[in-house]
């Protein structure tokens, strides 16, 4: 079974900065899906930045980008010029390549910015 | 695009009543629904796989007697909690895959259910 770990229950950032929220999964499984997704105090879950394993080139989306480490099953997240608006719990997903769409959550890590 | 809802967002029962949970796709089709179980300052927790047209299928120790699932169409699928105990009390999320979108997941904004 895959299991995905994010080893940061909390993290906190100063406005502006930059932070990085870690994630590793185990997989036996070459072609995959990765996610990053948020959920703020509003409860929606919503979509960050995905990845897809086939894919050696790092997403990004704007301020969001991850470093995927495929050989290290490694996922992390990177939030550039953190703004308020960025604080919320957030929750690394793996889901399995074709046949199979199920999400699997790791534990979640909280952020903090500091205005 | 890809919005889901759902309905209601809050609802407190009694004991022993059920209580139905709406999760609609706005402006797609899904021929698969997911349902989740968070609590508080936790994960999300998985149920159930919906599948249009067909039985649900439960992750392990759900209890599909206690949590029925029905995916009548490809834009509605709905839980009821049956004979809802205080222990039920949780915030579910539905979520909805669109096809051919990278198993990506567009989730409602959740239900708040509470069983006094």
């Known amino acids: 079974a895959q299991t995905v770990t994010q080893s940061q229950p909390e993290m906190s950032v100063q406005e502006a900065e930059t932070v990085t929220l870690s994630c590793t999964y185990d997989t036996s499984e070459s072609d995959y899906y990765l996610f990053w997704y948020k959920q703020p105090p509003s409860r929606q879950m919503i979509l960050v930045i995905r990845q897809e394993a086939y894919k050696q080139q790092n997403a990004t989306e704007n301020r969001f980008s991850v470093n995927f480490q495929k050989a290290a099953k490694s996922f992390s997240l990177k939030i550039s010029d953190s703004q308020l608006g960025d604080a919320a719990m957030y929750f690394c997903a793996y889901s399995p390549g074709a046949g199979s769409y199920q999400l699997t959550f790791g534990k979640g890590t909280k952020l903090s910015v500091i205005p | 695009g890809a919005v889901v809802s759902q309905h209601p967002s809050r609802v407190i029962c009694k004991s022993g009543t059920s209580v139905k949970i709406e999760c609609r796709s706005l402006?797609?089709?899904?021929?698969?629904m997911f349902w989740y179980r968070q609590f508080p300052k936790q994960s999300l927790m998985l149920m159930a796989t919906?599948?249009?047209?067909?039985?649900?299928?439960?992750e392990q120790g759900v209890e599909k007697d206690k949590f029925l699932i029905n995916h009548a169409s490809l834009t509605l699928s709905t839980l009821t909690v049956t004979s809802a105990h205080p222990e039920d009390s949780s915030f579910y999320i539905c979520?909805?895959?669109?096809?051919?979108?990278?198993?990506?997941?567009?989730f409602g904004p959740g239900t708040r259910l509470t069983v006094l």
């Open positions: 979520s909805a895959r669109l096809t051919d979108s990278y198993n990506e997941q567009f």
């Open positions: 402006d797609f089709q899904a021929t698969t």
């Open positions: 919906s599948n249009e047209g067909s039985k649900a299928t439960y």
